[in-house]
């Protein structure tokens, strides 16, 4: 823990706005299509550096914003999905259409579409095993 009498004080917290999530991903290429096939992710950037590779994705047309980034060590390390985090929450019109379209082109089933107050949700498991939330906010 840090003390507090050497961290000064601030006026108002600092200005942030989410930025990206990285999954760290066994077969690049795979994952790639799955994002672009499931959830119409495009690659928005290409960052090739001497150990890795990271294809920045987003929807098409937007420049800005929040960014699924997958990244890939090029010395073939091994991946494991732990469980030290939460799903990846992805806002989709029609969770039951967007699930069962995930599930086609190579999504886990996890728990199907269910109904939680004003939302309606679902989870899947992307192929390499890691869990993404679905949810749609119902109208009144």
Known sequence: MT???ATPALATAP?????FMKFVVRDLDAMRDFYER???L????T???PDILELVLRRAGDETGFSLILYWNKDGRPVEVGSGHGPLGLYVRDV????????GQGAQPHRPPWDAG???VAFVLDPEGRELEL???RRP
């Open 96 to 103: 039951d259409a967007a699930y069962a379209w995930a599930v």
């Open 118 to 120: 004003a939302m309606r």
């Open 42 to 45: 495009v690659v928005a950037q």
């Open 38 to 40: 499931a959830f119409g």
């Open 47 to 49: 960052i090739d550096l």
């Open 135 to 137: 949810i749609s906010m």
């Open 3 to 5: 003390d507090a009498a």
């Open 15 to 19: 200005s942030v706005r989410m930025g």
